[in-house]
């Protein structure tokens, strides 16, 4: 079986006291004194992991692919020590930044506090008010090799104004910072300010919503959004700003992650496939794409180039026109301008005479009438036998002028 799993004879010895120690206590040393022999070591890291038994040793076989990239609840990374580096770092590194004007008054109040919380990491801070720069550079001490990265993103984060009390937190190990540059994401200038506001929200109210499901805090300053927190929760926070400057709203985003908030307290469903559970929001395009009055049509391709114009000579010899003397060419041409001025004249004097053109009447409806001429004709000769203001014919009374002639006879 040795033989079998070792690959040769020749590594039968490495194999054998590997398996003497492996079944004692120290395992370790097993695996030591197993990787001596490099030519064989492919063969038995396979033997150890996918073999089930050999000469007494068990090994466990892994379940899942899955159960050995997931990080168990409550584990957590052991810090850096001075007995991991006991030499120290062999060259000297420095990063520097510049910072803009307007920050110049908090970092001269804070930066006390930074010297303060580098030194313990034994990282030196120098800033020149001058030049308006930020250097951090190792020293001797130092012993960590990330130490000095996690000390650059320290300055970069006070240059995009996070707050020293929020900037600090990077140099714990479980901490890390994402700065997403979005000047250049949009290019007219009014888009990306509505934007970038609508990623704020109403009073920050979306940007608070953000940091408290990605556990990260989010600045927004000028053309970039520095953020803060674990690695998880920055991607997050990057896909949503991404978006965000892509025109989706931030609001949709947020409601993907409160569901996958509520899923990743269930146990059952952690292992499980979350898409059935996630909204699906479609793009409306609800604004159509304005189309051109004038459409050009393009031109069926040939190879050949197009054919010279003629000149005036070539058209000349065409018609005739060139053996022609000056006398006639000029009679010719009066002619021509004589015919164009005629044509320009009856154009205007029809222009003129629309005018006083009559419209054209409508033809009178065929049809019988209802009215009553009879009627309408004794309705006019009343009219017409009729005084205005004066009573009717019949009732009228006796004037006074003949009653006193009567009486007047009456008495002689």
Same mark, same amino acid.
């Given at each position: ?21 492996a ?21 038995i ?15 466990? %076989?892994?379940k ?16 850096f ?20 004007k ?11 506090l930074? @010297? ?29 090799p ?7 993103d ?5 240059? %995009? ?22 000047g ?38 000028g053309?970039?959004v520095?953020?803060?927190?674990s690695?998880?929760?920055?991607k ?5 700003v991404m ?18 908030? @509520? ?25 159509k ?35 022609? %003397? @000056? ?35 409508k ?38 002028s ?11």
């Open positions: 079986m040795l033989t079998k799993i070792c690959g040769s004879k020749h590594g039968q010895q490495f194999c054998s006291e590997a398996v003497k120690l079944r004692g206590p120290d395992i370790t040393a097993a695996a030591n004194l197993a990787f001596k022999s490099e030519s064989h070591r492919k063969s890291i396979s033997s150890w992991v996918l073999t089930g038994r050999s000469e007494g040793v068990t090994v466990k %076989r892994a899942n692919s899955s159960e050995l990239l997931t990080v168990p609840d409550g584990w957590k990374e052991p810090s020590t001075r007995e991991d580096n006991l030499h120290g770092l062999l060259e000297e590194s420095s990063f520097a930044t510049l910072f803009p307007y920050r110049e008054a908090y970092l001269k109040e804070c930066w006390p930074v @010297e303060k919380a580098l030194a313990d990491v034994h990282i030196k801070a120098t800033m020149d008010l001058i030049e308006g720069s930020m250097t951090v550079h190792t020293t001797r001490k130092t012993f960590d990330y130490a000095i990265i996690r000390a650059r320290l300055i970069k984060l006070l240059a %995009r104004s996070v707050p020293f009390e929020q900037a600090v937190r990077i140099l714990q190990d479980d901490i890390a910072c994402d700065i997403i540059k979005i250049t994401l949009v290019r007219n200038k009014e888009r990306f300010v509505k934007r970038r506001q609508r990623l704020i929200g109403p009073k920050g109210s979306t940007l608070k919503a953000l940091e408290l499901l990605t556990n990260c805090y989010v600045m927004v300053q053309n970039t520095s953020a803060l927190g690695f998880s929760g920055l997050e926070v990057r896909k949503v978006d965000t400057m892509k025109n989706i709203h931030p609001i949709y985003n947020i409601k993907t992650l409160m569901i996958k908030r @509520e899923l990743a307290k269930d146990p059952e469903l952690r292992a499980q496939n979350w898409e059935r559970f996630l909204p699906k929001f479609r793009r409306k395009n609800l604004a794409r304005r189309e051109p009055k004038k459409k050009a049509v393009k031109k069926e391709y040939t190879p050949f180039p197009p054919s010279q114009p003629e000149s005036k000579v070539d058209q000349e010899l065409a018609t005739g026109e060139f053996f022609l %003397r @000056e006398s006639v060419k000029k009679r010719k041409k009066m002619e021509a301008i004589k015919v164009k001025q005629a044509e320009v004249l009856s154009k205007k004097k029809e222009e003129r005479n629309k005018h006083f053109i009559p419209p054209k009447e033809p009178a409806k065929k049809g019988t009438s209802n009215l009553d001429i009879e009627a309408i004709k004794m309705k006019v000769k009343r009219a017409k036998t009729k005084k205005l203001g004066a009573l009717p014919v019949s009732a009228a009374p006796p004037s006074s003949s009653s006193s002639k009567n009486k007047r006879k009456n008495k002689g």
